[in-house]
T-cell receptor
Framework: NAGVTQTPKFQVLKTGQSMTLQCAQD?????MYWYRQDPGMGLRLIYY???????DKGEVPNGYNVSRLNKREFSLRLESAAPSQTSVYFC???????????FGEGSWLTVV | AQTVTQSQPEMSVQEAETVTLSCTYD???????LFWYKQPPSRQMILVIR??????QNATENRFSVNFQKAAKSFSLKISDSQLGDAAMYFC?????????FGTGTRLKVLA
């Protein structure tokens, strides 16, 4: 009953460090998403992947890269972390014919 | 541009009473879906209820129901017989093609 799994759950980075947030889903969904959540701003789309091998920029892609490694996994990389990237990051997935998006538990990232 | 607006940053309700959370959206598309998600302190995003725009009948899930006014582009959530466990952030969202747009959220407090 795993659904969407994100790692790590918590991370503290220094400005300029890099890191990768991992996401995996076991629901055989084609579409996957990365969102960030900031106070008072709801969830904003960073990147979207419709299927293995395809990715598209969302509303706030600057400072991030993604990899859709296979159907199950969709990773988000911060190459040079900045304090403005302090946020809660959510991975989500959706089946092609479906309309409901399912979320992971979130990853809390603090950049100091 | 597609937008989702939640004009109530915070609401309070007495336990066992009924509360309505407001949401308005803007889109020029005819095919779309609307959602309410609950986010408790754990930060997990939990689907509460979903409405297809082509359906005139308002969706209902146990104590949760919506008032979908398509012409007015309004999608409010009614919680009946409020329980302490209903205390959370509630996000309204719309899905148009592959994009999910979220409102800024309403924090619901349930008073014992």
């Amino acid at each position: 009953n795993a659904g969407v799994t994100q790692t790590p759950k918590f991370q503290v980075l220094k400005t300029g460090q890099s890191m990768t947030l991992q996401c995996a889903q076991d629901m055989n969904h084609n579409s996957m998403y990365w969102y960030r959540q900031d106070p008072g701003m709801g969830l904003r789309l960073i990147y979207y992947s419709a299927s293995e091998g395809t990715t598209d920029k969302g509303e706030v892609p600057n400072g991030y890269n993604v990899s859709r490694l296979n159907k199950r996994e969709f990773s988000l990389r911060l190459e040079s972390a900045a304090p403005s990237q302090t946020s809660v990051y959510f991975c989500a997935s959706r089946e092609s014919s479906g309309n409901t998006i399912y979320f992971g538990e979130g990853s809390w990232l603090t950049v100091v | 541009a597609q937008t989702v607006t939640q004009s109530q940053p915070e609401m309070s309700v007495q336990e066992a009473e009924t509360v309505t959370l407001s949401c308005t959206y803007d889109t020029s598309e005819s095919d779309y879906y609307l959602f309410w998600y609950k986010q408790p302190p754990s930060r997990q995003m939990i689907l509460v209820i979903r409405q297809e725009a082509y359906k005139q009948q308002n969706a209902t899930e146990n104590r949760f129901s919506v008032n979908f006014q398509k012409a007015a582009k309004s999608f409010s959530l009614k919680i009946s017989d409020s329980q302490l466990g209903d205390a959370a952030m509630y996000f309204c969202a719309s899905k148009i093609t592959y994009k999910y747009i979220f409102g800024t959220g309403t924090r619901l407090k349930v008073l014992a």
